[in-house]
């Protein structure tokens, strides 16, 4: 099974120390498809932000893969 091209582990992040969202886990592998839908106010933008790393995590781990170019 291929590496990953985004793992979030146990992510938590948080605005003046109040956790807009806690523990989210999820691995997008490569080739796949991912939407992200929502109410507007729902964190898109924000989970958006702390995957470029753009806004730290209170916790846990981001991983994001570059994918590399063939031809």
């Known amino acids: 099974m291929p ?3 985004l793992a979030l582990d146990q992510v938590t992040v948080a605005y003046d120390h109040q956790p807009l969202w806690q523990g989210l886990s ?3 592998a490569p080739g796949q498809f991912v939407a992200l839908v929502g109410p507007t106010g729902g964190g898109k933008s924000t989970l958006l ?3 470029l790393g753009l806004l730290p ?6 991983a994001l893969r570059h994918p590399v170019s063939v031809g």
Request: proline share 7%; hydrophobic share 45%.
């Open 3 to 5: 590496a990953p091209i």
């Open 26 to 28: 999820f691995h997008i």
């Open 49 to 51: 932000k702390t995957i």
């Open 57 to 62: 995590c209170a916790s846990g781990t981001v």
